[in-house]
């Protein structure tokens, strides 16, 4: 069975960085047709897609948050990790770590629960 | 980037009737379009991939189609624990893309 869960701060200072830890189990980061990802949802809001890295390390971020993300594995802990600099309250959200699976289609087919990372001084 | 519209927000239902759920793209994305259910202070659930096939263990009563900017899902016969939150969301291009979503909640 397939298991993310998401590690970090509850809470940042605006200005300062974000980071994340997702620890996957029941599957390698460093292997198959997986993108590993970083999704956020603002409070009472939809779901926002900030990014994956693949298995051969190449990553992808939304253009909207680009130049203050980066994503990285540590394939030795089977984790990956979110890095978000320069935060303001605008990123105050739960933060979701999932996989992507892209076969015949492409779905997130596991999640972790979420963290919730409040943005404030 | 392309944008994902949900309508209605919220859908009002009573318990064994059919639900209807709309979702529009901002330009033609194929079949490539997931819907997700997700329940206060869950991750989101795959339901259905492809704009039709469900996923595993996914009741029958849940159904999507649609192609190109038009989707819709379907539940045709809403039980208690169908009442959550729908999101659809396309893997044509990057950035994958979410609509708000459409409340489903008990008439």
């Known amino acids: 069975q397939v298991q993310l869960q998401e590690s970090g701060p509850g809470l940042v200072k605006p200005s300062q960085t974000l980071s994340l830890t997702c620890t996957v189990s029941g599957a390698s980061v460093n292997s198959g047709t997986y993108y590993w990802s970083w999704l956020r949802q603002h409070p009472g809001k939809g779901l926002e897609w900030i990014g994956y890295i693949f298995n051969n390390g190449d990553t992808y971020y939304n253009p909207s948050l680009k130049s203050r993300v980066t994503l990285s594995a540590d394939t030795s802990n089977n984790q990956f990790s979110l890095t978000l600099r320069f935060v303001t309250a605008a990123d105050t959200a739960v933060y979701f770590c999932a996989r992507e699976f892209c076969g015949t289609n492409c779905y997130f087919d596991y999640w972790g629960q979420g963290t919730l990372v409040t943005v404030s001084s | ?107």
């Open chain 2, 1 to 107: 980037e392309t944008v994902m519209t949900q309508s209605p927000a919220t859908l009002s239902v009573s318990p064994g009737e059919r639900a209807t759920l709309s979702c529009r793209a901002s330009q033609w994305i194929s079949n490539h379009l997931v819907w997700y259910q997700q329940k206060p202070g869950q991750a989101p659930r795959l339901l259905i991939s492809g704009a039709s096939t469900r996923a595993t263990n996914i009741p029958a009563r849940f159904s999507g189609h649609g192609s190109g900017t038009e989707f819709t899902l379907t539940i045709s016969s809403l039980q208690s624990e169908d009442f959550a939150l729908y999101y659809c969301q396309q893997y044509n291009n990057w950035p994958r893309t979410f609509g708000q979503g459409t409340r489903v909640e008990i008439k």
